[in-house]
């Protein structure tokens, strides 16, 4: 997921700014130090299950280089790429390390295609999945969890939950932006008329720039916001069904 390419000196520029102002922030707003450690389990979750899912995927449509590369595991240091994680916790934004395939193994039953397509979603779609299942566990707490909610352990427990809702939710939904190098710009080619898949692969450098434009500025918070929205409300409305209010 994202990138790793370092070579633009604006980009590093870019990225030493994040540090900076990242860092910035935890030292001079109370309690945002906290809410980054009480995160990284949610963080941890997040990429370790959507880098897990894009190798499954792989090995069941036929392609073996996940597993002979040791990435169908659920042990996160399987996923982490060692700068992405730094930058995770630096910088605000980071990447696990990409899941390598071979689409020329792919079962002959589905084109290569359609077999990009289906890995690049299962990240994405393994994010939402994990969004949902600790709502649940989330509406569960509230709704039998007693006088343990009242406790530190309680309270800490159920402030990791709900960042690990929010993570997911927020790192499916930004995948699914159909520009490189996310996953929703493979998904996207799937479904592209021929010439337009054409163009599309020879101008990826050109789509990698725009994307960083809009991953800069306001633009994409405005993109993935309304979506993000809607997926919390009804993830909202389940807990709020489950604890029987």
């Known amino acids: 997921m994202f990138f790793t390419n370092f070579s633009n000196p ?8 994040l540090i900076f102002d990242n860092i910035s922030y935890y030292l001079g707003t109370p309690g945002a130090f906290l809410g980054l450690i009480l995160s990284i389990p949610g963080l941890l979750i997040a990429i370790t299950f959507h880098e897990f899912a894009h190798a499954w995927m792989a090995d069941r449509l036929g392609d073996d280089t996940p597993r002979n590369q040791g990435r169908l595991s659920l042990n996160p240091l399987k996923h982490m790429d060692p700068i992405g994680a730094v930058l995770l916790i630096t910088a605000g934004f980071g990447w696990g390390k990409p899941v390598e395939i071979n689409p020329n193994n792919f079962n002959r039953t589905i084109s290569i295609r359609k077999g990009n ?17 600790f709502s649940i566990i989330y509406g569960l707490l509230f709704r039998f969890g007693g006088q343990f909610l009242l406790t530190t352990t309680g309270d800490v427990l159920t402030s990791v939950i709900a960042y690990t809702i929010s993570i997911n939710v927020g790192l499916g ?6 520009l490189p190098p996310l996953d929703g710009s493979k998904v996207l080619t799937a479904f592209l008329p021929s010439k337009a898949r054409v163009w599309f692969t020879n101008n990826e450098r050109l789509l990698y720039i725009i994307f960083i434009a809009i991953w800069i500025t306001p633009v994409a918070s405005m993109i993935i916001s309304p979506a993000i929205k809607f997926i919390n409300e009804k993830l909202m409305e389940l807990i709020i069904w489950i604890v029987g209010v």
């Open 173 to 178: 939904v930004f995948n699914l932006i159909p």
């Open 117 to 133: 397509a289906l890995v690049s979603i299962a990240g994405p779609a393994m994010n939402f999945i994990l969004a949902l299942i």
């Open 10 to 17: 604006w980009m590093l520029i870019f990225i030493l700014f």
